[in-house]
């Protein structure tokens, strides 16, 4: 055998060889990039579920879409691929006084499911805070929807709001916590494309609003509420509206 057999099969040798290694390390990176999407569509589901938790805490106990047995499916939820199921029942032994919501986001078009939230709710009145009013239910608080909304730099943006009562609601002003670089302060505070306070908050404090947000009976106002900070912003930590009527909503966060 000469020298040339002995370079051919050396060369199919590697080759073999080569085959061997780099098809494990071809499925290996294929179920790699398999597993992020999935993860992501998985971000997203949360993100569509906690959404939809947040409409329904805004909702007042006697909404009809709260009502025992309610049982709606939503495709392509808010214009993602993702559809989702809102389930409602009273809960065996409350005397109809307490109902379980649960959320459920599937997989577009199929029966698979991604996240599944479930959250109490009982028709209770709280007492006055002592700032006055009624803390976290009732009245115009009751009505007004908070979804969406993200932080890029200096800014908390595209917040939507929406008003699901019948009748119109006033935001007149917050409570708003955050955290970002060193002696960060609130700056600007923008719904409705018009400017509605201007100065300098502390995280924490109350800002009244220099000229009121009224919104519509049955109108949802998207990506309409900008925050403005002075610094670069981290962390919205609780944001809480306070409604014409006293009331305040419960606290979001981002």
């Given at each position: 055998m000469n020298k040339n057999s002995f370079t051919l099969i050396e060369s199919i040798i590697a080759i073999v060889i080569a085959v061997i290694v780099m098809i494990p390390v071809g499925l290996i990176t294929m179920e790699y990039i398999k597993s992020i999407a999935y993860?992501?569509?998985?971000?997203?589901a949360a993100g569509l579920a906690k959404l939809e938790m947040s409409k329904v805490n805004n909702l007042a106990y006697n909404n009809a879409t709260l009502a025992d047995?309610?049982?709606?499916?939503?495709?392509?939820?808010?214009?993602?691929?993702?559809?989702?199921?809102?389930?409602?029942?009273?809960?065996?032994?409350s005397n109809s006084t307490l109902k379980q919501v649960t959320v459920t986001v599937y997989e577009g078009g199929s029966a698979?499911?991604?996240v599944k939230l479930t959250t109490y709710l009982a028709n209770v009145s709280f007492g006055s805070g002592s700032g006055g009013g009624s803390v976290g239910s009732g009245g115009q608080a009751d009505s007004l929807a908070v979804s969406g909304g993200s932080i890029a730099g200096t800014n908390l943006q595209n917040v939507t709001l929406g008003n699901t009562g019948a009748s119109d609601i006033t935001i007149t002003g917050v409570i708003i916590s955050f955290t970002g670089t060193s002696g960060i302060k609130a700056k600007t505070i923008t719904?409705?494309?018009?400017?509605?306070?201007?100065?300098?908050?502390?995280?924490?404090?109350?800002?009244?609003?220099?000229t009121n947000?009224?919104?519509?009976?049955?109108?949802?106002y998207a990506n309409?509420?900008?925050?403005?900070?002075?610094?670069?912003?981290?962390?919205?930590?609780?944001l809480v509206f306070i409604m014409s009527d006293l009331t305040e909503t419960s606290s979001y966060s981002w």
């Open positions: 993860s992501r569509q998985l971000t997203v047995g309610y049982d709606s499916n939503t495709s392509s939820y808010e214009g993602y691929s993702q559809d989702l199921r809102r389930e409602v029942a009273y809960v065996a032994g698979s499911q991604l719904m409705g494309a018009s400017q509605r306070w201007s100065g300098t908050g502390n995280s924490g404090s109350t800002i009244t609003l220099e947000f009224t919104l519509s009976a049955g109108t949802t309409t509420g900008l925050f403005t900070f002075s610094k670069s912003l981290s962390a919205v930590s609780s």
